[in-house]
Structure formats: C-alpha cells, structure tokens
C-alpha cells in the first residue's frame, strides 16, 4: 500500500523537477495532496512496524504462519487480466534456433519483422523458412527436435510479429532503441507527441547494512510502471515481491525498444524481463489493445528455454 500511494508523488515531483530545470514554473495546487499522502504513508509504516513486533512476538499473524509451516517468499505480481476486446492473437518469434514446441509456423508463413536500418526503423512483410535442427539438450544421435528459424531478408529483426490487423509496412516511430534497464528510483521519459509524454519509472528497495558489515545488494519489492501525461494514470508492467530471507532481484528487466509499431499515435513496448542468469521471458505490449484502465495491454510473449 506504501508503494502504491508513492507512484503518484513521485511522478508529480519527477516532473516538478524536470521543469524547474527547464526554467518553467510547475503547477503545485497539488502540493496539498501530497502532504496528506505523505502524512497517510507515515501512518502506516508506524502500523507496520507495531505489526511486525506482534509477529515478531508470536501474536496473530506471525503464530498462524508457523502453524502453517510455510511463509511464502517469493510472489510474482501481474496485472489483472483484461479481455482482449478485439480478434487480434498477436505472436511474436525471433530468427534463429529454437528448442522443441518454441516455434509455432511453417515454411512460407508470412510474418512482419521489426527492422534497425541506417537511419530508422521500418516494418517489413517477410517469409519464414523452418528447418529441422539438432537439439543437443536432449536429441539422440540421429534426431532432429530443433527449429531453425530464418527469412527471406539478409539483415536480422529485433522480432517478428503477426497476428495484428492494425501492422503496416513501412517506417516505425521509434523513441527508443538499446538496453535500458532502470533501478529503484530511475525514470526513463518519452516524447511520444507535442506536448505528450510518456514514463517509465521503477521502483523498490535495497537494504540498508551498518558500514563495514557485508550486503548481497539485492533489490527487494522490484516494480516497473508506466504512465502517461498529464500522470493521473499508471500501469504495472512488471513486479517481484521477496520476503525477508527470500531470493532478490540483482538485475531489472531490459526495455529494448519504445515506439508506435501500431500506428495508433500511443506508446508501446517491448522488454525482455530476464532477471537472472537464467533465460527470461520477451513481452510486447500494444497501446491498441489497451482495454479498461490499461495503458498498454500484454499483446504477446515469448518464454526462453535453456537445457
């Protein structure tokens, strides 16, 4: 409940600063509100640590827990599901080898590829060719369980995509390209149109360790929104929760690449949400297929597979 209520303010001060730099004067009718919010937010971490001594102590929630036998550590959050409120059943693929069951087309399929050329990108229509390859996880000599992936193009996409009614050939607006990761505390802005912006903010916490005393570093409560100007609405593209002694967070998901690929005029995203050394899982979101109170909505993944 503290995160939620510090989304807000902390976009609002965000903000603030960004046009005190710019030499314009911000709009603090809100300043208030977010006294008030600070004064509720104080209130319930004097509730939390009351409650935390209680369990400490064995009363109530703590005493149920060892009854239980078990304290859950690890939660991944997700956003509530929305119904597609269109036909669309988007995928997305990369060219190359793939494992067993990770590739769902033929030979002579058409698909659209998201490409990097010199000075822009730019969706194209391309054929995929599907050959059968050597898994060496788990292929006895002789078999054939892979899937190499190519196309009809020299160069390589940053994905391939089908499914979408809305795709078209031709330039993609882009806003960003690379590797971009954000720590607790970090923001990354997007100018998506005159006087339009969107926000990518994350956040958490690291524990604090005396000086001179070790630290994993790990980041706990790890979550990553988004958001839109004029910021009174917000969506959670990511969250890990970890208990006291459960596993941390040490490397954020990866946005890749921020753009228009639907040509809706709006935001969208694609991340790689790997946090670990193990292979993550790839998502794209879609302004287009934004239903309710969603921003983006999750139009399609895929999930990385290691031996």
């Known amino acids: 409940a503290i995160l939620a209520l510090e989304i807000w303010p902390m976009i609002t001060l965000i903000r603030w600063r960004s046009l005190v730099k710019k030499g314009a004067q911000p709009v603090t009718s809100t300043a208030r ?56 059943s988007v995928e997305i693929l990369f060219a190359g080898d793939h494992y067993p069951g990770q590739v769902h087309t033929v030979t002579g399929e058409t698909w659209y590829g998201l490409f990097h050329l010199t000075d822009q990108w730019e969706l194209a229509a391309v054929k995929v060719t599907v050959q059968p390859i050597h898994n060496a996880c788990a292929d006895r000599p002789g078999e054939n369980t892979g899937r190499r992936v190519t196309i009809d193009r020299p ?51 690291v524990p604090y360790t005396q000086p001179g005393r070790a630290t994993d570093g790990g980041i706990r409560e790890y979550s990553l929104y988004v958001s839109r100007s004029p910021w009174a609405q917000s969506q959670a593209l990511y969250g890990l929760e970890t208990g006291t002694r459960g596993a941390r967070l040490y490397s954020p998901p990866t946005i890749l690449w921020a753009g228009d690929l639907d040509a809706d005029d709006q935001m969208d995203l694609f991340l790689d949400t790997q946090t670990g050394e193990l292979p993550g899982t790839w998502v794209l979101w879609l302004s287009s297929l934004a239903t309710g109170s969603e921003l983006v909505h999750r139009a399609a993944e895929y999930h990385g597979l290691t031996c």
């Open 155 to 205: 160069e390589t996409p940053l994905f391939l995509v089908r499914g979408l009614s809305r795709l078209r050939v031709g330039p993609v607006r882009t806003f960003f390209s690379g590797r971009q990761r954000l720590f607790p505390g970090e923001t990354q802005e997007f100018q998506v149109g005159r006087g339009v912006y969107w926000m990518i903010s994350a956040f958490g916490a």
């Open 33 to 88: 509100t977010l006294a008030d919010i600070s004064t509720i937010q104080a209130g319930l971490v004097m509730v939390m640590v009351l409650l935390a001594t209680a369990m400490a102590r064995g009363i109530g929630f703590g005493a149920l827990a060892r009854a239980s036998g078990r304290i859950s550590e690890a939660v991944i959050l997700q956003p509530t599901p929305t119904p597609a409120r269109v036909a669309d």
